[in-house]
């Protein structure tokens, strides 16, 4: 992967710290007490619900990045499983092959040729580059929960938090003994990224360690999968659209 551009890293700490003591004194605990008390069916259509609704956006960036057959496959997956997965709970389009994947707009611009960005660590939200906030600032409208009532935005909202926090503790693990937790977090964050959105075509990912580009890394909505490896195929900008500089 390419150097990290990290020119707010002394803010970007104190906020990892903040998010830190958060996660220790609330997200993990109550995880852990979702893991106990819900039993693992119903954890599952948790998960499936929040998945399906993620389609959407995959919709719309994958027709913006010119992958038609993505899109297909994402609008297919949303209505089979919206109908005859009961809203859903349940994921049939699996059952019969329908591939998974997940495309936001950050990886639209990233495809487009905005590669490099400054990384940034938000409150709560965890890891990001500025690219990336652009990227969750549009693809917000477009999340159907929007057209739910504040109340049930807000139940949705704290759900989808703690089934994504209880993903990641079998993660945990991996920043016990870390001699820097900081530069572990936001490495192997930005290496997943990289790869999320240039797959294997990226030389500057060539050597990076599996367990970055299948293991969901704390905080979040980083709880994504990586995508397939895509086949020899190139990434290249569309004509008439300039590259922006690396903010």
Do not use: C
Request: charged share 25%.
């Amino acid at each position: 992967m390419s150097q990290i551009r990290d020119p707010w890293e002394k803010y970007n700490r104190k906020v990892h710290e903040f998010n830190n003591v958060i996660d220790r004194a609330i997200l993990r605990p109550v995880a852990k007490a979702y893991i106990r008390v819900v039993p693992r069916p119903i954890r599952t259509g948790i998960s499936n619900f929040f998945r399906n609704l993620s389609q959407p956006i995959t919709v719309i960036n994958a027709l913006l990045q010119g992958k038609p057959d993505i899109a297909a496959n994402a609008t297919m997956r949303f209505a089979l499983n919206s109908t005859f997965g009961l809203g859903g709970l349940l994921d049939p389009a699996s059952k019969i092959n329908i591939p998974s994947e997940q495309e936001d707009f950050g990886q639209t611009l990233g495809t487009w040729g905005w590669k490099q960005s400054r990384y940034v660590e938000l409150p709560m939200f965890g890891p990001r580059t500025l690219r990336d906030v652009v990227g969750m600032v549009v693809d917000r409208p477009l999340n159907p929960t929007r057209h739910f009532d504040p109340e049930s935005q807000t139940g949705i909202g704290v759900l989808q938090v703690v089934d994504i926090r209880t993903q990641l503790l079998s993660v945990d693990s991996m920043r016990e003994g870390a001699a820097d937790d900081y530069l572990l977090y936001r490495d192997s964050w930005m290496q997943r990224r990289s790869f999320q959105i240039f797959g294997d075509d990226d030389d500057d990912d060539k050597g990076v360690p599996a367990y970055l580009l299948t293991a969901p890394v704390p905080m979040a909505e980083m709880a994504k999968p990586a995508p397939t490896p895509k086949k020899n195929k190139k990434i290249k900008p569309r004509r008439g659209v300039s590259r922006p500089p690396a903010y």
